[in-house]
Antibody
Framework: EVQLVESGGGLVQPGGSLRLSCAAS????????MHWVRQAPGKGLVWVSR????????TYADSVKGRFTISRDNAKNTLYLQMNSLRAEDTAVYYC????????????WGQGTLVTVSS | QSVLTQPPSVSAAPGQKVTISCSGS????????VSWYQQLPGTAPKLLIY???KRPSGIPDRFSGSKSGTSATLGITGLQTGDEADYYC??????????????FGGGTKLTVL
């Protein structure tokens, strides 16, 4: 069974940093592209970033480009999202999701982790 | 404001049929597969339809998808109260400025009256 478990969320001050993790199990993590998607309270889904299977290719939404970094450790079956220079508008539940093929779709989702940016 | 346009809400009675539209352009829907996601209250999104009209294992055939040109449609028949949720379309979007990124529609809240 595919499992994606996010962690690392919490309360952080504006301008601060946070690193999210997504622990994957039940599939061969190193062969799949992965994504981060976020959802602000009461709002819709917004795509954040994606990374290819070996970590050599990354793409970001304009709203986080230059501030967020997606990465992965295939030996640890873990996806990461390093978030710097956080703003109030980054407050959201962050989900990781598995893409079953390159530029496919978001097949499996984690339960999400809440990030709150506030002073 | 998303590049994919969905109606904010739709409603229908139990047992009836409803459709949810997703309108885009040649930069997204027109040249890419569309997928649909269901988000029940307080839960993570769940894949309902992929590659325009395919259902993952475990998704009942009451859910269907179609695409024509730059628009896609999700259909739900035999509505149940348990279908009350937010529904999102999604696809790839290519632009000169932003490159090749995933986009979601704004979401549609389904109410089963």
């Amino acid at each position: 069974e595919v499992q994606l478990v996010e962690s690392g969320g919490g309360l952080v001050q504006p301008g601060g940093s946070l690193r999210l993790s997504c622990a994957a199990s039940g599939f061969t993590f190193s062969t799949y592209w992965m994504h981060w998607v976020r959802q602000a309270p009461g709002k819709g889904l917004v795509w954040v970033s994606r990374i290819n299977s070996d970590g050599s290719t990354t793409t970001y939404a304009d709203s986080v480009k230059g501030r967020f970094t997606i990465s992965r450790d295939n030996a640890k079956n873990t996806l990461y999202l390093q978030m710097n220079s956080l703003r109030a508008e980054d407050t959201a539940v962050y989900y990781c999701a598995r893409d079953p093929r390159r530029d496919g779709y978001l097949k499996d989702w984690g339960q999400g982790t809440l990030v709150t940016v506030s002073s | 404001q998303s590049v994919l346009t969905q109606p904010p809400s739709v409603s229908a009675a139990p047992g009836q049929k409803v459709t949810i539209s997703c309108s885009g352009s040649s930069s997204n829907i027109g040249n890419n597969y569309v997928s649909w996601y269901q988000q029940l209250p307080g839960t993570a999104p769940k894949l309902l339809i992929y590659d325009n009209n395919k259902r993952p294992s475990g998704i009942p055939d009451r859910f269907s998808g179609s695409k024509s040109g730059t628009s896609a449609t999700l259909g739900i028949t035999g509505l149940q109260t348990g279908d009350e949720a937010d529904y999102y379309c999604g696809t790839w979007h290519t632009s000169l400025s932003a490159g090749h990124n995933w986009v979601f529609g704004g979401g549609t809240k389904l109410t089963v009256l």
